[in-house]
């Protein structure tokens, strides 16, 4: 199976209705992954098969729940310790209708974003080449993808938005329990990647 029918096979799986092009600028995306991933040592997923389900679909795969107004209400959105832009380019390729900040200390992994931004033609991207905690803008909701434990998460990008969305795998009980006071688990969500049998969640995050 080629990365673009594995790619369209898990959109699919996900009832996903993509605008125009939208495969197409994935597949841009994946490609040039690839190749900077070869010098650069972007992501330690070296494979093209691994990376549709372990990148562009984990990401793909929250796109319902971002629908939703209780876990996204508004169109701010900031990626927050963004690496090699999973999942905000990701989204910001699958929604153009997003407002994606992209926050990355690397300079070298910003860099890729930089060029992913411009051959891609992604205009509702802005890349921030900085740690979160120098970055002063607030957004309607802050997403990280295994960047820390919930409570650094907090301590590095609360002051970013009142809500946090935290990517994880298995639930992560002990990190909630600690999370730091004047913050809540609002909400919950199992997430179901195409191809990727391992557990995933999404912790939707609240200041009170």
């Known amino acids: 199976m080629t990365p673009a029918e594995q790619l369209r096979g898990g959109i699919a799986a996900l009832g996903l209705g993509l605008p125009d092009a939208a ?8 490609d040039l992954l690839l190749k900077w991933n070869r010098t650069f040592n972007l992501t330690a997923i070296r494979q093209p098969a691994e990376m549709v389900t372990h990148h562009l679909l984990d990401s793909l795969a929250l796109l319902p729940l971002l629908e939703e107004k209780s876990v996204l209400a508004g169109r701010r959105l900031v990626d927050v310790g963004s690496g090699a832009g999973v999942p905000g ?3 910001a390729i699958a929604r153009p209708d997003l407002d994606l900040a992209s926050i990355e200390s690397s300079q070298k992994k910003a ?40 409570a650094g998460f907090v301590g590095y990008a609360g002051h970013l938005s009142s809500r946090l969305l935290a990517m994880k795998g298995v639930y992560p009980a002990d990190e909630v329990a600690a999370l730091p006071a004047g913050w809540r688990q609002a909400q919950n969500h199992m997430v179901t990647v195409p191809g990727l049998d391992a557990q995933r969640h999404l912790l939707v995050l609240e200041k009170i």
């Open 23 to 30: 495969e197409a600028r994935l597949l841009g995306f994946l």
């Open 89 to 91: 380019l990701v989204l």
């Open 111 to 150: 860099a890729f974003q930089q060029q992913a931004k411009i051959e891609l033609g992604l205009v509702n991207v802005s890349i921030h080449c900085a740690r979160a905690e120098a970055v002063t803008d607030t957004f309607d909701a802050a997403l990280s993808r295994a960047f820390a434990s919930l």
